[in-house]
């Protein structure tokens, strides 16, 4: 069964910056779009941050553009997602996520915390 940890989250001071990392179980050749959706407390739906596909063409939300970048080393079998000028905003349980040929899989989820 595939697997996602998620790591590298934490508190972190507005402005500040954090990096979180995703390891997956399996090589990542064999999985094709990967990202991070975050749900903040109190939030009914998840909300996508940024996305990676097998070739590299990225995309992100509007509220992390340029702030935010993601990025995918196969030969560790991670993604990682650098976060930069953290605001209160970016609080939230942060996913990270892999689309397979018939599936989604999902990590357990790694809390980012902004305040001062």
């Known amino acids: 069964q595939v697997q996602l940890v998620e790591s590298g989250g934490g508190l972190a001071q507005p402005g500040g910056s954090l990096r979180l990392s995703c390891i997956a179980s399996v090589n990542i050749f064999r999985i094709n779009a990967m990202g991070w959706y975050r749900q903040g407390q109190g939030k009914k739906e998840r909300e996508l941050v940024a996305v990676i596909t097998s070739g590299g063409t990225t995309n992100y939300a509007d509220s992390v553009k340029g702030r935010f970048t993601i990025s995918r080393v196969n030969a560790q079998n991670t993604v990682y997602l650098q976060m930069n000028s953290l605001k209160h905003e970016d609080t939230a349980v942060y996913y990270c996520?892999?689309?397979?040929?018939?599936?989604?899989?999902w990590g357990q989820g790694t809390q980012v915390t902004v305040s001062s």
């Open positions: 996520y892999g689309d397979r040929a018939y599936s989604r899989i």
